[in-house]
């Protein structure tokens, strides 16, 4: 099975970028779609977005004009930018590949905690 | 895109059955078939228990079981565990590419 690493800042200012690194081991990017989704400290999950092959994405709709998901195929990474973030944001963060065919989120990071502070 | 609704907190005792309904709407849980259950435990990463509103990837106990009927889709765990104690999730296909969780319930085996 495909292991999934999130890295990143731990703490972001308001107002600035959150950006995040998904790091795979185990087998190529290229040959998984990828999700991120998130989980508020003491609160339920929320999907944040999806990205196939040929790197098309879809986005919750809450948060479209934030976000970006791209592959960098070259460093079998996963990348996560959501920008304007406010204290809103603050949450564990997760990785995790997507099966299109059973439309399930299969495999998941062990994720990576983001706090919105100044 | 409102998240779908499942009760707070289902409990039950050992060898007990309990099950856990996840409520959306003819746009999500009611239009598509793929509803899929997550299982949390404290501190760690979800894990994928059923897919496809009823099927079970491998090495998901047959304990856990899915079901639908119009805008509401169930989980139920048969056989209640005390590993089974943890807090679930549904989540729904809700068109145009997009995807709703629910708000989560928590397990708690008496």
């Known amino acids: 099975q495909v292991q999934l690493q999130e890295s990143g800042p731990g703490l972001v200012k308001p107002s600035e970028t959150l950006s995040l690194t998904c790091s795979v081991s185990g087998n190529s990017i290229s040959s998984y779609y990828w999700s991120w989704i998130r989980q508020p400290p003491g609160k339920g999950l929320e999907w944040i977005g999806n990205?196939?092959?040929?790197?098309?994405?879809n986005y919750n709709p809450s948060l479209k004009s934030r976000v970006t998901i791209s592959e960098h195929t070259s460093k079998n990474q996963l990348s996560l930018s959501l920008t304007s973030v406010t204290a809103a944001d603050t949450a564990v963060y997760y990785c995790?590949?997507?099966?299109?065919?059973?439309?399930?989120?299969?495999?998941w990071g062990q994720g990576t905690l983001v706090t919105v502070s100044s | 895109q409102s998240a779908l609704t499942q009760p707070p907190s289902v409990s039950g005792s050992p060898g007990q059955s309990v099950t856990i309904s996840c409520t959306g709407t003819?746009?999500?849980?009611?239009?598509?078939?793929?509803v899929s259950w997550y299982q949390q435990h404290p501190g760690k990463a979800p894990k994928f228990m059923v897919y496809?509103?009823?099927k079970r990837p491998s090495g998901v106990p047959d304990r856990f079981s899915g079901s639908k009927s119009g805008n509401t889709a169930s989980l139920t765990i048969s056989g209640l565990q005390a590993e089974d104690e943890a807090d679930y999730y549904c989540?729904?296909?809700?068109?145009?590419?997009?995807?709703?969780f629910g708000t989560g319930t928590k397990v708690t085996v008496l």
């Open positions: 990205i196939y092959y040929s790197g098309s994405a």
């Open positions: 496809g509103v009823s």
């Open positions: 989540c729904s296909y809700a068109g145009s590419y997009t995807y709703v």
């Open positions: 995790a590949t997507f099966d299109y065919h059973d439309q399930g989120f299969d495999n």
């Open positions: 003819s746009g999500d849980v009611g239009a598509y078939n793929y």
